[in-house]
């Protein structure tokens, strides 16, 4: 492999055990507390062999080994998402339009209008997540007549959380929406006055009928399928991604929509540790397919790339609370008998699992099932077990998650919601969505990540972005200072936190000798950037098990080549993943600052001035005579 020249630099002249990477001249966060930071690191064999200053590193430089000079830029672990539909975004990114880090409406309408004279005939053009009327500076959604004008002939689906779906009128057409068509349970038609699909779909609260709808789009070959998982998965690398967690989720049947990451694994072509879930996908049939699985194969099951992790995020549909903030929350029938039945099972085979919980009145549910259980002694046990989302789990709640062993992963769906929830709830409720401090005060295990693709964005540093500042996508301040963590918590909760999770906290999340070589060479320094930049971080290099799996700036091409996009006509094609705008710029933030403190001190003086401490301001008098009267 090409070496960077670095001067200084000898190789041993004993090639045995030098490393096969040596990555000198950074200022690393290792993660690690008994030595919180270093200069230089050593890989061999995809572990990390020696941590140090350069000096100390430098013995491991043999002549096969790859130096990259990091110049003086921020390392961290790699990322892990705890919560990532990896899989089932892979196999439709290269046929999504992304509209994430898009920011007005204008700029989305003319990336569509440009894809639908790209886009051929029996296609789609799909918009699915990562991006929220909030981050535009129009605060709105299209019209299906917008739709309509940028795109007269091709179908378009917009997907806007879980709440709701603008299709165009072609779509409405492909999808086979028509007077006579009825309005699924849980989910809305909306119609014009003569009761014709308007092209409006609503999650009422459910959001199956926007889900069902997308899966009448055409799909992928198996090729292109791992085309474009591949280059999913770069696109993750491209921010510094190295680990997800894969929540399984609707519409993702095992093992055929598996099959493609299988493969990639095989052929030892991923590009991000995956450890997945099983998603029974049929109502009524839930038991059945759980058993098949428990009794052929075992968490844990396959290698340090790809490995199953055990059930969920549902169990069983019944026990799903649909999360559409815009809705009431939802009044679920029961379903405790099955949902017994299924956690029993998975109990007794050792199989871990996790659960869609958005609400506190599911979670304790869900928890009177658990504690019958622990009575008979299964809880706490061996099978790791957790709550996803748990958006509004009360202090009692947690209590009971920490008796029983639980866990729970959160992710920034509030970056996209907060705006639906805080005029549903109140800011007073929205400020402790979720009670973040409290769930670090329980010691339950805690782990951060996404959601994405179809609610939030696949990109880690806007959840992080979140976890620090408590904004919104819309910049709508959710949490006062005192809830918020501090930047080296928002980070461990991001890589150490994800590997808890599946169990390998003792091999990764944390930069130290024998554990795992993957780390981020950072674009801008997430410890000390102004907050309002750490959204628009990236990674200039990531490398995964001593692999470099990407390459900017500096270091472009160094990574691992990647093969064409196809279809040709795909939008990541021609206008990539996510959307980059400039990080605000020093005179802005100036500017901004100064904004800030002239309000203060004119918000004093009317505080002095109604307090008879102060003369009322008067109009200035005129001092130059041009201006006088």
């Not at 090639?15 to 990477?21: L, T």
């Not at 130096?67 to 046929?95: E, F, K, M, Q, T």
Request: hydrophobic share 40%; net charge negative.
């Amino acid at each position: 492999m090409p070496t960077m020249p670095v001067g200084g630099v000898t190789p041993a002249a004993e090639a045995e055990g030098s490393a096969d990477v040596v990555l000198r001249n950074a200022r690393i966060h290792t993660g690690d507390p008994s030595r919180p930071a270093a200069t230089a690191l050593a890989v061999h064999a995809g572990r990390i062999t020696a941590i140090g200053d350069d000096a100390e590193v430098a013995v491991h430089v043999g002549p096969a080994t790859r130096v990259v000079d990091a110049l003086g830029r921020r390392v961290v672990p790699g990322l892990n998402d705890s919560h990532l539909h990896v899989i089932r975004g892979g196999l439709n990114y290269v046929l999504e339009l992304r509209w994430d880090g898009v920011t007005s409406l204008r700029q989305a309408l003319a990336m569509l209008r440009e894809q639908a004279g790209r886009t051929p005939k029996g296609q789609w053009i799909r918009v699915v997540g990562g991006w929220s009327a909030e981050q535009f500076a129009e605060r709105r959604m299209p019209t299906p007549a917008e739709l309509n004008e940028a795109a007269p002939d091709t179908p378009v689906f917009v997907l806007h959380l879980y709440q709701s779906a603008i299709l165009n009128r072609a779509a409405v057409q492909a999808a086979g929406f028509t007077r006579d068509t009825p309005n699924p349970r849980g989910g809305q038609i909306v119609r014009d006055r003569d009761g014709r699909p308007n092209g409006v779909l609503l999650a009422a609260p459910s959001a199956l009928i926007l889900y069902s709808t997308l899966a009448a789009a055409p799909t992928l070959d198996a090729a292109d399928r791992k085309v474009s998982t591949r280059h999913f998965l770069r696109e993750l690398n491209r921010f510094g991604l190295t680990s997800a967690v894969d929540a399984a989720g609707g519409f993702q049947s095992f093992p055929d929509n598996y099959a493609t990451v299988i493969e990639l694994a095989r052929d030892r072509e991923l590009s991000v540790r995956i450890g997945y879930h099983l998603f029974p996908q049929t109502a009524g049939q839930e038991i059945a397919d759980l058993t098949r699985w428990v009794e052929s194969v075992r968490p844990g099951d396959g290698d340090e790339w790809l490995r199953l992790n055990g059930a969920g995020e549902n169990l069983t549909w019944a026990a799903a609370d649909f999360e559409n903030f815009s809705e009431p929350r939802p009044e679920l029938g029961p379903y405790e008998s099955e949902f017994g039945k299924a956690v029993r099972l998975l109990l007794e085979h050792g199989w871990g699992f996790r659960l869609h919980a958005t609400y506190d009145e599911t979670i304790q549910r869900d928890l009177a099932v658990f504690e019958k259980l622990a009575a008979e002694g299964h809880f706490p046990g061996g099978s790791r077990w957790l709550f996803d989302h748990a958006e509004t789990v009360t202090p009692a709640s947690l209590e009971r998650i920490a008796a029983l062993g639980g866990a729970i992963s959160i992710q920034n769906r509030m970056s996209f919601q907060g705006q639906a929830f805080t005029d549903r709830y109140g800011p007073q409720a929205a400020a402790h969505t979720p009670p973040l401090k409290e769930m670090l005060a329980s010691g339950i295990p805690l782990a951060a990540g996404t959601d994405a693709t179809r609610v939030s964005s696949y990109n880690p540093w806007v959840a992080l972005h979140w976890l620090v500042t408590g904004r919104t996508v819309g910049d709508l301040a959710l949490y006062p200072p005192d809830r918020l963590v501090s930047r080296e918590r928002a980070l461990e909760l991001y890589t150490r936190g994800g590997a808890r999770i599946t169990g390998e906290d003792d091999v990764k999340g944390v930069l130290k000798e024998g554990w795992y070589a993957d780390f981020a060479v950072l674009s801008h320094d997430f410890l000390t950037v102004p907050v309002e930049d750490i959204a628009h971080i990236e990674a200039v290099l990531t490398v995964v098990g001593g692999r470099i799996v990407y390459a900017a700036a500096e270091y472009e091409g160094l990574d691992e080549a990647l093969p064409p996009l196809s279809p040709s006509w795909s939008p990541v094609a021609r206008f990539g993943g996510y959307q980059v705008s400039p990080p605000p710029s020093a005179g802005a933030r100036q500017a901004d600052l100064l904004t800030e403190a002239v309000a203060e001190g004119e918000q004093h003086r009317q505080w002095r001035a109604a307090r008879g401490l102060a003369a009322p301001r008067q109009p200035p008098a005129a001092l130059d005579p041009c201006f006088g009267p």
